[in-house]
């Protein structure tokens, strides 16, 4: 996400409306954020060197366990 002139991973949690994501190569807008109390499933995926992926074209990154 890019907040300000930089780019970083953030948790979810951490983003707010005014940050920018990267989809498809260009920077994208995040207007407004809907919340969701339902437990969720999720998995790391193991995509080597990085663990950078694309989901629905954006960049993801897995979990980091350290905050």
């Known amino acids: ?3 300000g002139t ?3 991973f953030m948790r ?3 983003l707010k409306p005014g940050d920018y994501l990267f989809k498809n190569g260009s920077a994208v807008l995040l207007r407004d ?3 969701v109390d ?3 499933q999720t998995w790391n995926l193991d995509v080597e060197p990085f663990d950078l992926y ?3 074209g ?3 990154h897995n979990v980091i366990y350290k905050y």
């Open 6 to 8: 930089m780019w970083k």
């Open 58 to 60: 954006f960049v993801a």
């Open 54 to 56: 694309l989901a629905n």
């Open 1 to 3: 996400a890019k907040r």
């Open 33 to 35: 954020i809907t919340r």
């Open 12 to 14: 979810v949690q951490d």
């Open 38 to 40: 339902t437990p969720i």
